[in-house]
């Protein structure tokens, strides 16, 4: 579990490219299974060995310059608010301009660690020019240049000093978070399960210093749930800012074992959707999504609730082995139902399998389909075992795993989930040297 980064900045001063230099290398190893970066703004990141996630705002304001102005300091307020870190982006072919010095008034009251990164210098020349932005009143700044990498050592061995140890803490019960856009009934999901008499033994402070783990315990099921959808509320933030709904998705997600993903059925499986989902995915939680207000759909007939299942598989492949469920929280229609799936998917998701009896499953299935040869080279796969994850990873040993392609590793995904049942788990196929 690491800590959240969030780069701010006015446009064009080479957030994007910063970030992606960042996420590159571990984006290459942890997105190599669906072969696409989905969510081009929120990616994973290690440096000396600390792991954190990393947000670039700017990717989320879309529209004009005089449109960024208002939106710009809404973005630095929640960065402020949700980040641990903040890398404030300038550009020093432009010097200091006006929105940088907006931006600069509101992070010199921070108390968290805010570093000054001026881009784009990539010459001693460069290098004297950066001087005026001393005028920021920010202290010390980092001169890099985003393009070719160089300086970008220097910040990154400085921030991951400055950010918190995050220490897991293990809870024996299960954890499920409800995630979803605004205003998709994440709310009135909690209450209705939770009852208006509110069966709470506890309200623990959650790990995540903001959201509220209700412990849950009914009808024989015991679990905390991640609220995301009550915590503190700003009355300047507007709901609707799609940056605010992931960076406390984020939060919680990374916090959680299953993830209740809601959605509202009267506006689909939207992009900002799919990028919660995919996010979840992405961190290896358990998922179960609920479409919620089926009862306000139009015209239902008798295949809708299948051709709208097709629809969302069609968008989360190739990971479709997800339960979908159609619910009404208004009327509590297959609420239980809801929370027993989650139950059954964290289980999945804890589920080891006997060595030896993966290997009498699997070895039969690789010698009747093994993986094709490359270049006039046989690939034997001799063994294979689950890894001793908090997850579903499988190995299987062979002589030359560099020639194993991606087809025959999700072809060996599939028969895992045909043989044992890892639905809404996501799972990961390794080839190791024998």
Request: charged share 30%.
């Given at each position: ?16 490219t ?26 994973k990141?290690?440096w ?6 990393i ?20 973005q ?30 509101l ?6 660690p ?11 020349k460069?290098?004297e ?103 503190r ?7 609707d800012?799609?940056?605010?709904s ?26 900002q959707?799919?990028?919660?989902f ?7 939680k ?26 969302i ?15 009404s ?13 989650a ?29 094709p ?14 890894l ?29 989930r045909?043989?044992?049942?890892f ?6 196929v ?5």
């Open positions: 579990m690491g800590a959240i980064v969030a780069i701010v900045g006015r446009p064009n001063v080479g957030k994007s910063f970030f992606n230099r960042l996420i590159q290398r571990r984006e290459a190893i942890v997105d190599a299974v669906s072969g696409v970066t989905r969510d081009r703004h929120y990616g990141s290690d000396n060995g600390k792991e954190f996630s947000i670039d705002t700017g990717g989320y304001v879309v529209g004009s310059d005089d449109v960024f102005e208002k939106e710009i300091d809404k630095v307020e929640l960065a402020i608010e949700e980040a641990d870190a903040i890398i404030f982006m300038v550009d020093v072919e432009t010097g200091v301009t006006g929105m940088d010095e907006d931006v600069a008034k992070l010199r009251r921070v108390k968290k805010v570093f000054l990164a001026v881009n784009k210098v990539d010459n001693a460069r290098a020019d950066a001087v005026e932005f001393y005028s920021l009143g920010l202290g010390e700044y980092y001169t890099l240049s985003s393009i070719n990498g160089g300086g970008t050592g220097e910040l990154l061995d400085d921030l991951v000093e400055k950010l918190p140890d995050v220490i897991e803490e293990k809870s024996e019960l299960p954890r499920f978070a409800v995630v979803g856009r605004p205003n998709a009934g994440k709310s009135s999901f909690i209450n209705a399960l939770i009852g208006e008499d509110r069966y709470i033994v506890t309200d623990i402070a959650g790990t995540t210093r903001d959201s509220i783990d209700t412990k849950y315990n009914r009808f024989g099921f015991e679990f905390n749930l991640v609220d995301t959808a009550g915590i509320r700003k009355a300047k933030v507007k709901e800012l799609e940056f605010y992931v960076m406390r998705s984020v939060r919680a997600i990374e916090h959680c074992d299953v993830c209740i993903l809601l959605l509202d059925a009267t506006r689909g499986f939207d992009g959707v799919e990028n919660i995919w996010l979840a995915q992405r961190n290896h358990g998922i179960v999504i609920l479409v919620n207000k089926w009862d306000l759909v139009e015209e239902k007939e008798t295949n809708t609730i299948k051709h709208y299942t097709d629809k598989k069609k968008a989360i492949e190739p990971f479709t082995d997800v339960p979908i469920l159609f619910v929280v208004l009327t509590k229609q297959r609420i239980f139902k809801a929370i027993e799936t139950v059954e998917v964290y289980n999945k998701r804890n589920k080891k399998i006997v060595t030896r009896k993966f290997n009498e499953t699997m070895l039969p299935i690789i010698e009747n389909y093994p993986p040869a490359y270049k006039g080279k046989f690939v034997k796969i001799k063994f294979c075992t689950q001793p994850t908090p997850y579903p990873q499988f190995a299987f040993f062979c002589n030359l795993p560099q020639y194993v392609r991606e087809p025959y590793k999700r072809y060996l995904e599939n028969k895992i045909e043989e044992y049942d639905s809404g788990v996501p799972i990961t390794f080839m190791r040297k024998k």
